[in-house]
């Protein structure tokens, strides 16, 4: 069982630049996420998906962008990277009938230089 | 409003108890839950409580809910350097219950 796939791990941007942090799931859950981590912080929620063609924003959208034309899939774009962007970016997905039991994957360091 | 808060380190002894706090602000909260976060490594649930409970026991693991106060603990027993890692608490709220949110996170470091 793969779970949930995040690529790449590691990232330096410069100012400006763009990126996609892919995601993908293997689960077959409706629901899928993407937080942020910043050092000495708790997980700020970004968007959120509820299901494929449904995507809503979380705590800190801004900079950010979505799309989910697939159960499986959950990519984040960063379309004109900033200084403030520098975190570990994590994707969960969940079942709803089972609360909220996210399953993790291992986290993208993005650092924008 | 929803915070979630942690104290940011524990230090412990090898076989000794760790006990690991959380203090919410919604009392409408309806899961509340315990992450693990290991060096380099996304995180990992190590078990939730209901709201309605008071208490849940996981082998090593016990969780007390104290939902008066919005106190939220998590007691490991027979502490392990394989335990030291972040571990966060979450809370889940009534109205979304896919929504979680995220404690600052404690840092758990086990010595021999």
């Known amino acids: 069982n793969a779970g949930v796939t995040q690529t790449p791990k590691f990232r330096i941007l410069k100012i400006g630049q763009s990126m996609t942090l892919q995601c993908t799931q293997d689960m077959n859950h409706n629901y899928m996420y993407w937080y942020r981590q910043d050092p000495g912080m708790g997980l700020k929620l970004i968007y959120y998906?509820?299901?494929?063609?449904?995507?809503d924003k979380g705590e800190v959208p801004n900079g950010y962008n979505v799309s989910r034309s697939t159960t499986e899939d959950f990519p984040l774009r960063l379309e004109l990277a900033a200084p403030s962007q520098t975190s570990v970016y994590f994707c969960?997905?969940?079942?709803?009938?089972?609360?909220?039991?996210?399953?993790f994957g291992q986290g993208t360091r993005l650092t924008v230089v | 409003g929803e915070d979630v808060e942690q104290s940011l380190f524990l230090s412990v002894r090898e076989g000794d108890s760790s006990v690991i706090n959380c203090t919410y602000t919604?009392?409408?909260?309806?899961?509340l839950y315990w992450y693990k976060q290991e060096p380099g490594a996304g995180l990992q649930l190590l078990t939730y409580i209901f709201s309605n409970m008071d208490m849940k026991q996981d082998q090593r693991l016990t969780v007390l809910l104290n939902k008066k106060d919005k106190h939220l603990s998590l007691r490991i027993a027979d502490t392990q350097t394989g335990d030291s890692a972040i571990y966060f608490c979450a809370e889940s709220m009534p109205y979304n219950t896919d929504k979680l949110i995220f404690g600052t996170g404690t840092r758990l470091q086990v010595f021999p």
């Open positions: 969960a997905s969940s079942i709803r009938d089972r609360g909220t039991e996210a399953f």
């Open positions: 919604d009392s409408s909260s309806t899961y």
């Open positions: 998906s509820v299901g494929a063609g449904i995507t």
